[in-house]
């Protein structure tokens, strides 16, 4: 939040699922422990999502053109056109896997299901280095807000995402940044 830091501790886990896999952050912070957890098909596609902290929870089901989201007991049907971005884990790997050629752009759809809405955001990509590193920078922005940004650097060597910025307008555009530890 503007000013301040918070600490915060996040792990990430991979597991096999009968569906593909299951690609889960646990967050440790002031408000205590969030879960969110997002299965993957074996194309990359997002099968469903559950996030937890304290009492709320939303679950959420992904088919062709729609999400069918439960948040807190309240059911609603999100639909989206065209390739779909899943905000969740996992979306670092996706990321880091795509093919983008700076100076090329790619529209995306992105459900974010704690506001009930998908938006389309751009992507682009251009080459640059990080604390020396060759790196891919990859900018996710969302068409209608500017400020709803988020930047991962791919490491060129490895093909792994070794930091991320994200701009969260909600919290005053307030940057949630995370850096892999190595």
Do not use: H
């Not at 912070?29 to 304290?54: A, C, E, F």
């Not at 779909?84 to 670092?92: Q, T």
Request: charged share 25%; proline share 4%; with cysteine.
């Amino acid at each position: 939040v503007q000013g301040r830091e918070i600490p915060l501790k996040m792990t990430k886990s991979f597991a096999k699922s009968d569906k593909g896999f299951v690609v889960t952050d646990s967050l440790d912070g002031p408000l205590g422990k969030i879960l969110d957890s997002v299965t993957y098909d074996d194309k990359m596609q997002p099968v469903s999502r559950k996030m937890t902290q304290g009492p709320s929870a939303i679950d959420a089901t992904y088919s062709a053109g729609k999400i069918q989201v439960t948040l807190n007991g309240t059911e609603n049907e999100l639909t989206y056109d065209g390739a779909l971005l899943c905000d969740g884990p996992g979306r670092e790997l996706i990321i880091a896997g795509m093919e983008l050629q700076p100076g090329k752009e790619l529209a995306v759809s992105v459900p974010s299901l704690a506001a009930n809405k998908v938006t389309v955001a751009k992507i682009s990509s251009e080459e640059s280095t990080l604390e020396g590193v060759a790196c891919t920078k990859v900018v996710v922005a969302d068409v209608d807000n500017a400020a709803a940004t988020s930047t991962f650097w791919v490491e060129k060597a490895s093909k792994k995402v070794v930091r991320s910025e994200s701009v969260i307008p909600e919290l005053q555009n307030a940057v949630m940044t995370k850096t892999l530890k190595k």
